[in-house]
Each structure stands twice: as C-alpha cells, then as structure tokens.
C-alpha cells in the first residue's frame, strides 16, 4: 500500500515539475497535474491540500537534492579553495543533468508562493555550505565581505554559468565552467 501511496505522490510532483516549468504557476490548473500524473483530481488534494501545498514540496524536494548533490565528495577536499571548487562543480552539473528541476528553482526561489517556514526547513539543508562561507569569512580568506554576500554571489554565479552554457552551447564547457570558478573565486579572496 505504501509503494502505491508513494507512486502516486512521486507522479504528482513530476508532473507538477513539468507543468510549473512549461506554464508557470497560474498557467497550471490542479486538474491539468493530475491528468498528466493519471491520478483522479481529488487524489492530488489528499497529498497536497492546495496548489501552494504542492508547490512547496516540490521546491522542498528538489532543493534536498540540490544540497545533496552540492555537497557530494566535498569533505574530501583539504583546502576551503578545493572545497569551493568541488560545491562549484556540483552546481553545475547538477543544473545542467537537471534542466527542469534547475529551471524550477530559477523560477520559484522566489516566488511568494514558497513559505517562509519552507525556505526555513529548506536552509537546514545547507548549513554545510554557510558553515564553509563563514569558515572563510572568519578566517579572512574571503576579504571583508558578508557571508550572507559571499553565500548568495556564488550561488547565483553557478546559475548564471549554467544558463549562460544552456544558451550559448559553447564548443569547451568545461573551460567556461573553469573560467567562472576563477573570476568568482578571484573576486571572493584577499
């Protein structure tokens, strides 16, 4: 019963993903989802009481697997460089293997429909990251910039190294994604 109860809340996300990237919230009906999930109407509000509901936990779900992937291999490096470099690397493999999902938080992070208490829930996934932004503050790697700053001016440098490599298909990605690590690391250290 619970793998069935599973399928059908997996189904619903997917197709809420697919239908929110194509059509935007407003231009998604409830009715639409679950058609496209194969589930009856009714069943979508057993899971999710309203469309903000699902909303939420689907940015709730992708953004666990973001921070996932973000931190996969990276306490394995020794340097805040290197560590830096791998969270860089995550980043934008994760948004270019995951066009939708990347697609969905560029459109959504922030969007009103996401909770306060969701984006609160959704931090505590990525307390390894601010610890490593702060380690590098407090130590004066990174200059005297906020950790707030710092945080937030990598993150969004990897999306725009993402969509800049959607766009433009350079013939060398992996020197693009290279050359981006530099020019934010090199504005980010004394």
Known sequence: MKKQVDDKKTAL????????TERGFHGTSTAQISK??????????NYFPTKEDLINGLYFEIKGELSRKMS??????????DKFKKIWYN????GLSN???????????SSP????????????????YHDLVKEGVT????????????????????????????????QDKNKVIEDGFQIIWGGLVK
């Open 91 to 94: 980043l934008i493999e994760w």
């Open 13 to 20: 996300l997917q197709a809420a993903l697919k239908l929110f």
């Open 72 to 81: 996969k291999d990276v306490q394995a490096q020794n340097t805040l460089h």
């Open 113 to 128: 429909y996401i909770t306060n208490y969701t984006r609160e829930v959704v931090m505590d996934e990525y307390l390894f």
């Open 36 to 45: 496209e999930a194969g589930v009856a109407t009714g069943t979508l509000f």
């Open 139 to 170: 130590s004066g790697d990174f200059g005297d910039y906020s950790g707030e700053m710092v945080a937030i001016m990598f993150y969004q440098s990897s999306r725009t190294i993402v969509n800049f490599i959607l766009d433009s298909e350079p």
């Open 99 to 109: 066009q939708e999902n990347f697609h969905f938080v560029d459109q959504f992070c």
